[in-house]
């Protein structure tokens, strides 16, 4: 960005040279009152306490996408943003020293070469984590060849079982322990944040609505697409007997609705049962939002117990970068890559789903959210690294809901309830890719294919998506559990493991996108979607 110099009788144009340059990069308008404000109280500082003539202002894009403006003036050591603290109210320099106080955090001094520099943070670096993923998956997998081409498969195998898988299973240990509490406390915000009942009801209805139409249609296009791709002949790989294929899967409503409802508080976080979890969490804002304002301690609590849980996931994905690096390593250097040749065509076909999908989801945003889809379309491939590398749909929740709101603009009352709800009953991806998948293996098998197997096949998929666990590879237990209705024998499960390190990625990812559109037609729904940002670049 271009530069320019300040002194006294210049200053006045100060802001017609800066922000211009902010409002280009994209900034909030928040932040650029900010930013000015702080530019002015700093460069009085060096002028007049650093008895310098001129300050050289610049603003700097860093290359996370982190905004910096910079204030330079030549001259001896002197800091500027040395506080004072015998100061009282009378004072002249008392509110300019709150300012810089208060805004701490985001300022910094150093000289060099002659040179005092302050900068000032006016945007962080919201693409660090992402492309520390991105670096990680890379990484990840030139390494991972490296060692399947140098290494022996002992060594590989060794160090697979005592460091990788270790490393990975403390990861998703140290996830599971807050997971639970995490969407407790997210969706009681959620549903306290919306007042009455009756909104929360509405807003409810509406969502499970959204929910439950793509999940349907993805289970459909699932099956039309297996159809397609192994209709024909198909390499058989072994036989089952009549009696072994004789038994129904029997899916009973009322015992899925009846064990929603928890028989004490502790047993759904314990057990990990997240719909437990949400019930108790919604039936505790309920009737906190019927006390009002008897029970605004507890409020604060809850909205203090979310923002605990939250900062402790924030410490938790932290390590999400090193995680994407042994993940993809494992992948490169272990993986049965003839296997996945042979599967090449589901692979094909869940890509293809993946392509209808985003078509579907399009079109549901100009319907019901009556707004244009381009903008979400434009900007979802951006999370996808993340449950890409992370293969669960739970660690990614934190940045879903951070996506929503603040690159589409979705409420934060929205997100905090739909994306910890839609973790655990929305599996788009899983609700297509278990149809290719269940139907190549039974037609492995030589299973007909007729009109009540593919009701047994939808049915089950759509109850297993919604109690599923938002984990990694929670789709071959779903996948296990239809072949073997058919008396398909488990020993599809190692070919299955094989080729999930890819699918079941690419899975969560549309798990994960299938949560961020429900997400953006809820808010337009509610007329709570702010479209500055939803259209911003």
């Not at 379309?377 to 951006?382: E, F, G, T, V, W």
Request: glycine share 8%; proline share 4%; net charge negative.
């Amino acid at each position: 960005m271009q530069a320019f110099n300040l002194d006294a009788e210049n200053f006045s144009d100060m802001q017609a040279n800066l922000e211009p340059q902010l409002e280009q990069l994209k900034i909030d308008r928040k932040d650029i009152l900010r930013a000015e404000l702080l530019v002015e109280e700093i460069f009085w500082r060096m002028v007049n306490l650093g008895k310098v003539e001129q300050v050289k202002v610049r603003v700097v894009k860093k290359f996370f996408g982190g905004v910096q403006i910079q204030m330079s003036a030549e001259g001896a050591p002197y800091n500027p943003l040395v506080e004072v603290f015998d100061l009282d109210e009378d004072d002249e320099e008392y509110y300019r020293t709150l300012i810089l106080k208060a805004n701490r955090q985001k300022l910094s001094w150093f000289h060099k070469q002659n040179q005092n520099v302050v900068t000032i943070g006016v945007q962080g670096e919201t693409n660090l984590q992402l492309k520390l993923t991105l670096a990680g998956m890379v990484g990840g997998l030139i390494c991972g060849f490296f060692m399947r081409e140098i290494l022996s498969p002992e060594t590989v195998k060794f160090f697979s079982d005592d460091v990788i898988t270790p490393l990975t299973k403390m990861f998703l240990n140290a996830l599971g322990l807050v997971i639970a509490p995490v969407i407790f406390f997210s969706v009681l915000g959620g549903v306290t944040g919306m007042g009455a009942g009756a909104g929360v009801g509405r807003v409810g209805s509406k969502l499970i609505g959204l929910y439950a139409s793509t999940s349907v249609i993805a289970a459909l296009i699932g099956l039309i697409d297996a159809k397609i791709f192994f209709g024909g002949d198909v390499p058989q790989v072994g036989t089952i007997s009549a009696a072994q294929n004789s038994d129904a899967y029997q899916f009973s409503m009322t015992k899925f609705i009846v064990d929603i409802i928890p028989s004490n508080l502790v047993s759904p976080i314990a057990d990990g049962n997240l719909l437990q979890v949400i019930f108790i969490a919604v039936f505790f804002g309920l009737a906190l939002n019927a006390l009002g304002n008897k029970v605004r301690l507890i409020q604060e609590l809850v909205t203090n117990g979310n923002d605990f849980f939250m900062k402790l996931v924030g410490m938790i994905i932290f390590f999400v970068p090193p995680v994407a690096f042994f993940a993809m390593m494992e992948l490169a250097s272990g993986t049965n890559f003839d296997s996945l040749l042979m599967m090449g065509k589901l692979v094909v076909g869940l890509l293809i789903c993946c392509c209808i999908m985003m078509v579907v989801y399009a079109i549901m945003i100009l319907l019901v959210g009556k707004i244009s889809p381009l903008p979400f379309l434009k900007k979802i491939p951006s999370l996808w690294p993340i449950p890409f590398a992370t293969s669960s749909s739970a660690v990614t929740m934190p940045f879903t809901m951070n996506f929503c709101t603040k690159k589409l603009g979705v409420s934060e009352k929205i997100s905090s309830f739909s994306i910890p709800i839609g973790t655990t009953i929305n599996m788009n991806g899983g609700c297509f890719y278990m149809p290719i998948a269940v139907i190549m293996f039974l037609k492995m098998y030589g299973v007909e294919i007729d009109l009540n197997a593919i009701v047994i096949i939808l049915t089950m998929t759509l109850s297993l998506s919604v109690a599923g666990p938002a984990v990694p590879n929670a789709s071959v237990i779903g996948i296990l559990t239809v072949t073997s209705t058919f008396g398909v024998p488990n020993d599809i499960a190692g070919l299955l493991f094989c080729i999930a390190t890819i699918c079941d990625r690419m899975v969560t990812c549309f798990n994960v996108t299938g949560d961020v559109a429900s997400a953006v037609m809820l808010s337009r729904l509610e007329n709570s979607t702010d479209e500055k940002i939803y259209f911003r670049d």
